[in-house]
């Protein structure tokens, strides 16, 4: 007997734009006001991501 296996891949659930901003306010706390190069990095990613959490009427103009 055949089962058929699901192929649709579940994504992670995505984080509100809130909590993303928290980890991104937390980021400059720890970093003292100075990004490293891989904290720069690790910003820009949570920007990105952020942005995509935000629905356009909530972004500064």
Request: aromatic share 4%; glycine share 4%; net charge neutral.
């Amino acid at each position: 007997m055949l089962h058929s296996m699901s192929t649709t891949v579940e994504a992670a659930p995505e984080r509100s734009a809130a909590e993303v901003n928290e980890e991104i306010r937390a980021l400059w706390r720890r970093s003292g006001g100075t990004l490293t190069t891989e904290q720069r990095a690790q910003y820009q990613r949570l920007v990105m991501e952020w942005a995509a959490a935000t629905p356009p009427s909530q972004r500064a103009a």
